[in-house]
C-alpha cells in the first residue's frame, strides 16, 4: 500500500491530541482523549493513543500501513519506554503503522514553537521540561526527567508544593491556616486519614488540577504568592540552563505559559519571542520532513 497519510500526536500529562493528514487531498481529521504520559502512567497512555488513532482512522477510512506517525509523548526520551510503546501498539492493539517515529512531547514542542527554526523552547504544563534547536540542526532536552525526581516549574511540581504545604499546617497546626491550604484540604481531606488515603493514588496529573487554585489566590492568600514566587524561579532557572551560553529566542509554550510569564523578572518578560505553534505543529512539521526525505531518496535511486 502507498504511503498516504500521515499521523501527528501530541501525548502529555494531561491530554492527547491527533491529526491525519490525506496527503493528495490536504483533508484534516483530529481526535482527542485523555492523558498519555507514557513514564507517569504507561497503560493509561496505551489506551488514549489507541483511541485517537482508532478515530481519526475510523473517520478517514485509513489503514495503519498507509500512515506515516509522529508522536511526541511525554516521557519519549526513555529508549525502553519507546521500545515497549511501539511493541504493545503492534502486538496488544494490532496497529503497526508504514513507520511510526516517537520522541518526547519536548521535541515536538520544539519544532512547533518557532516553526523549525532554531530556538529556546520551554513547555509548562502537567511537567516542565526545556529543548533547545540550533542553527546546525542540534537538539538537546533540558529537565523534564519526571515528576518524582525533577519536573520543576510543571503544574505538578506547583500543586505538590501546596499540598506538602498543607502538611506541614496539619502537623503543626492540627488544622490548614491559610485560604489555599483551606480549600485545598476541602478537596483531599483535613486530617491524616482523608490526606493518606488521597496520597495513596495521587499522580501528577492530580497535584497538577491544584494550578488554577493558586493563580487564583495569588492576591488573596500569601501563601499562594509564596508558592508561585518560587514556582516562577525554578522557570527562570530552566530558562537560564536552556539557553546556556547561546542567544537563541527563547519561548515559553503549554498551559502554564501565559499565567507564569506574567510572574517572571522584567528583562526575561522583554526578551521573550511569540509562540508560533504547538507540539502538534512540531509533529506535522517532523512527519512531513521525514515523508520528504522519503521521496528524496526515492527520486535519487
Same mark, same amino acid.
Given at each position: 500500500?502507498?504511503?498516504?497519510?500521515?499521523?501527528?500526536?501530541?501525548?502529555?500529562?494531561?491530554?492527547?491530541?491527533?491529526?491525519l493528514?490525506?496527503?493528495?487531498?490536504?483533508?484534516?481529521?483530529?481526535?482527542?482523549?485523555?492523558?498519555?504520559?507514557?513514564?507517569?502512567?504507561?497503560?493509561?497512555?496505551?489506551?488514549?493513543?489507541?483511541q485517537?488513532?482508532?478515530?481519526?482512522?475510523?473517520?478517514?477510512?485509513?489503514?495503519?500501513?498507509?500512515?506515516?506517525?509522529?508522536?511526541? +509523548?511525554?516521557?519519549?526520551? $526513555?529508549? %525502553?519506554?519507546?521500545?515497549?510503546?511501539?511493541?504493545?501498539? @503492534?502486538?496488544?492493539?494490532? &496497529? =503497526?503503522?508504514?513507520?511510526?517515529?516517537?520522541?518526547?512531547?519536548?521535541?515536538?514542542?520544539l519544532?512547533?514553537?518557532?516553526?523549525?527554526?532554531?530556538?529556546?523552547?520551554?513547555?509548562?504544563g502537567?511537567?516542565?521540561?526545556?529543548?533547545?534547536?540550533?542553527?546546525?540542526?542540534?537538539t538537546?532536552?533540558?529537565?523534564?526527567?519526571?515528576?518524582?525526581?525533577?519536573?520543576?516549574?510543571?503544574?505538578?511540581?506547583l500543586g505538590?508544593?501546596?499540598?506538602?504545604h498543607?502538611?506541614?499546617?496539619?502537623?503543626?497546626?492540627?488544622?490548614?491556616?491559610?485560604?489555599?491550604?483551606?480549600q485545598?484540604?476541602?478537596?483531599?481531606?483535613?486530617?491524616?486519614?482523608?490526606?493518606?488515603?488521597?496520597?495513596?493514588?495521587?499522580?501528577?496529573?492530580?497535584?497538577?488540577?491544584?494550578?488554577?487554585?493558586?493563580?487564583? +489566590?495569588?492576591?488573596?492568600? $500569601?501563601? %499562594?504568592?509564596?508558592v508561585?514566587?518560587?514556582?516562577?524561579? @525554578?522557570?527562570?532557572?530552566? &530558562? =537560564?540552563?536552556?539557553?546556556?551560553?547561546?542567544?537563541?529566542?527563547?519561548?515559553?509554550?503549554?498551559?502554564?505559559?501565559?499565567?507564569?510569564?506574567?510572574?517572571?523578572?522584567?528583562?526575561?518578560?522583554?526578551?521573550?519571542?511569540?509562540?508560533?505553534?504547538?507540539?502538534?505543529?512540531?509533529?506535522?512539521?517532523?512527519?512531513?520532513?521525514?515523508?520528504?526525505?522519503?521521496?528524496?531518496?526515492?527520486?535519487?535511486?
Amino acid at each position: 500500500m502507498s504511503l498516504d497519510y500521515i499521523l501527528a500526536i501530541d501525548g502529555g500529562g494531561t491530554k492527547t491530541v491527533a491529526k491525519l493528514i490525506h496527503l493528495p487531498s490536504g483533508q484534516e481529521y483530529t481526535a482527542h482523549a485523555g492523558e498519555a504520559s507514557i513514564y507517569n502512567d504507561f497503560n493509561t497512555a496505551i489506551s488514549s493513543l489507541q483511541q485517537v488513532i482508532n478515530s481519526v482512522c475510523e473517520q478517514s477510512g485509513a489503514q495503519h500501513s498507509q500512515i506515516l506517525a509522529v508522536m511526541g +509523548l511525554a516521557g519519549g526520551a $526513555s529508549k %525502553a519506554l519507546v521500545e515497549r510503546v511501539t511493541a504493545t501498539l @503492534q502486538l496488544g492493539c494490532d &496497529i =503497526e503503522f508504514a513507520q511510526l517515529m516517537i520522541v518526547s512531547d519536548a521535541i515536538t514542542s520544539l519544532y512547533g514553537a518557532n516553526l523549525g527554526q532554531p530556538v529556546a523552547m520551554l513547555a509548562l504544563g502537567t511537567g516542565a521540561v526545556a529543548a533547545r534547536l540550533t542553527a546546525a540542526g542540534d537538539t538537546k532536552l533540558i529537565g523534564g526527567w519526571g515528576f518524582s525526581v525533577d519536573d520543576f516549574g510543571g503544574g505538578a511540581r506547583l500543586g505538590l508544593s501546596a499540598v506538602q504545604h498543607l502538611l506541614d499546617e496539619i502537623d503543626r497546626f492540627n488544622e490548614p491556616q491559610n485560604p489555599l491550604t483551606k480549600q485545598l484540604s476541602e478537596q483531599i481531606g483535613g486530617d491524616r486519614e482523608h490526606i493518606s488515603s488521597w496520597l495513596l493514588s495521587a499522580k501528577a496529573v492530580d497535584y497538577a488540577r491544584f494550578s488554577p487554585l493558586i493563580f487564583s +489566590l495569588k492576591d488573596q492568600c $500569601s501563601l %499562594a504568592d509564596t508558592v508561585l514566587s518560587e514556582h516562577a524561579r @525554578q522557570v527562570e532557572r530552566l &530558562i =537560564e540552563k536552556c539557553r546556556a551560553d547561546s542567544q537563541l529566542p527563547v519561548i515559553i509554550i503549554g498551559g502554564l505559559a501565559d499565567v507564569t510569564i506574567a510572574l517572571l523578572n522584567e528583562h526575561i518578560q522583554q526578551n521573550l519571542s511569540p509562540r508560533r505553534g504547538d507540539s502538534l505543529v512540531g509533529a506535522v512539521i517532523l512527519a512531513t520532513d521525514r515523508v520528504k526525505q522519503i521521496d528524496h531518496k526515492r527520486i535519487t535511486r
